[in-house]
């Protein structure tokens, strides 16, 4: 069977070469884009179509057994802020757009679109027909409605750009924005604007027990802990499924997962334990993909408690953490070291200003902090098993290299989560993954996203003035000169400490047909069957 492996550099070259510039590990956020073009101001469909979803496939299997490892904190669409949500939104709820395997953006819910000259007004056809899981038409009034709740949600207000909207007719809307806005047709595709039914949304409806929106999966059970399982959603717009039942395992141990899916157990691993890939290759009734990814992963700092709230400190930490050794003991070589507080794959991002490992010279800051070591024990929160792996490493290299107690502390998902957006911890590990520069900086550096996904709980003006400069640019080179400034600025306040650019990994059962993966870790399961 045939297996993919594409390396770090094959990363590097698609993203700088063409990628158009979305959601982290499963421990962390999701996110979308923005594109890096200014659109087309009249006329301007969506035509960039994902591949045809009519003529489904019969399926020689119909259900299938998905392994995670992380649980949902949420079924609703706004309430979190998670990837582990987010694969679950995807089943049962659908956005006017998503991005495709190229991270470009297609139509989904939305027919066609046309801009202003002026940029400001976006004038949005939707389809006609679409059906919600309770046999209700969308129409243009759920669509307003559930724009306006992803503003008003903590969770996903940083997606809330197309809040300020109205129906035109059953099937128009028009969005205004006071300035000119770069991501809005990105902003678009995350899941806190899947579009609900308004009538459910205003009679209070609890979607986090039954979420009912118009994807290709009904929402059967939920067994905590445990399952969550789904039906075809035989009335869906774009055809119906041709696996009738979808069951998702959570299953937190790496190994297990890994003996589950050789056993026959399960059909698909959503996170691959990294010191299994290779074994994984080498079985003739298993499918590997390591490929192009886009996950930015970090020892997140909260700058609000000590000792973080000490730049010199966290400026020591960087310098005494082994990012190639936090790459073989945390991710077995499947990932890449990094040594910027921006992802490295996006035009403009630099390592300029950020310092790199060198005991001597995380010494020389430790000292300039005026701590003791003794001074400086602190809790470092791990959600599943890779990140207490690196943990490992990083409470090793700070014990020896500046006498540095770091005690590991294991939470779940959904306490990380929680916790780290309130800002209730000390140092976590953590990871963002998005498909553009904007979506990124947007979500994990701007100071509205405190309480939300800046963790950091960074809240500089200047930092908040590059990233909005950046958003209401439509030049490529204009936002490339803008990136530099930012990252380098970040890079020498070094307010969390990167460990390395990550990399989409998934296994399959060979039988398995019609399987895609996007470099966010979008997938298409309408499309897949059993052959």
Not at 282 to 299: A, L, Q, R
Request: hydrophobic share 35%.
């Amino acid at each position: 069977m045939k297996k993919s492996l594409k390396s770090i550099l094959a990363l590097l070259l698609a993203v700088v070469l063409g990628l158009s510039m979305v959601a982290c590990s499963g421990g962390g956020e999701t996110t979308t884009a923005a594109p890096s073009e200014a659109p087309e101001t009249k006329g301007t469909e969506a035509d960039t179509q994902a591949e045809s979803q009519s003529g489904r496939h019969e399926s020689s299997k119909d259900t299938i057994v998905i392994a995670t490892a992380n649980e949902t904190p949420s079924l609703t669409s706004v309430e979190h802020n998670a990837v582990a949500g987010s694969y679950m939104n995807k089943l049962t709820f659908s956005t006017l757009f998503d991005t495709d395997t190229d991270l470009k953006v297609y139509p989904v819910l939305a027919e066609s679109y046309e801009v202003s000259e002026d940029g400001l007004d976006w004038t949005i056809k939707i389809k006609q027909g679409v059906k919600f899981h309770n046999g209700m038409e969308m129409t243009s009034k759920d669509v307003v409605r559930s724009l306006k709740l992803c503003a008003e949600s903590s969770n996903t207000a940083t997606y809330g750009t197309a809040a300020n909207c109205e129906a035109l007719d059953d099937y128009t809307i028009k969005i205004h924005t006071d300035v000119p806005y770069s991501g809005m047709l990105y902003d678009l595709c995350h899941h806190g604007n899947d579009i609900l039914p308004a009538e459910l949304v205003d009679g209070g409806h609890n979607f986090n027990e039954a979420p009912i929106g118009t994807g290709p999966y009904k929402f059967v059970k939920w067994n905590l802990g445990e399952s969550l399982e789904f039906e075809a959603f035989e009335d869906y717009f774009a055809g119906a499924p041709a696996i009738k039942h979808m069951i998702w395992r959570i299953i937190p141990e790496g190994s297990s997962r890994t003996i589950a899916l050789e056993a026959g157990e399960i059909d698909v691993i959503i996170e691959v334990e990294a010191n299994d890939i290779t074994r994984l290759q080498e079985d003739d009734g298993i499918d590997v993909f390591v490929g192009t990814g886009t996950s930015h992963n970090f020892m997140l700092c909260n700058t609000e408690k000590a000792p973080f709230n000490n730049e010199e400190f966290r400026l020591a930490c960087q310098c005494a953490i082994d990012k190639n050794a936090c790459v073989q003991v945390g991710q077995n070589g499947f990932a890449m070291p990094c040594d910027s507080l921006l992802p490295i794959v996006f035009p403009g991002t630099t390592t300029d200003g950020m310092e790199t490992f060198n005991v001597e010279a995380a010494k020389k800051h430790l000292e300039a902090s005026g701590l003791k070591p003794e001074e400086c024990t602190f809790n470092l929160v791990c959600s599943d098993d890779a990140k207490e792996r690196l943990g490992v490493v990083i409470q090793d290299n700070l014990k020896n290299n500046l006498g540095i107690t770091v005690n590991i502390e294991r939470q779940d998902l959904a306490t990380y989560l929680e916790t780290s957006r309130i800002g209730d911890y000390q140092a976590a590990l953590g990871g963002y993954t998005a498909s553009s520069l904007l979506a990124y900086i947007k979500g994990v550096w701007h100071s509205s996203n405190i309480n939300a996904s800046n963790k950091t709980r960074t809240n500089d003006p200047q930092v908040d003035a590059w990233i909005e400069a950046y958003a209401n640019s439509f030049d490529a080179d204009e936002q490339a000169k803008i990136a530099t400034e930012l990252n380098t600025y970040l890079n020498q306040h070094c307010f969390q400490i990167p460990t390395y650019q990550g990399q989409v990994t998934r296994a399959y059962a060979s039988n398995l047909k019609g399987f895609k993966v996007s470099p966010s870790g979008n997938h298409w399961w309408e499309e897949c069957y059993f052959e």
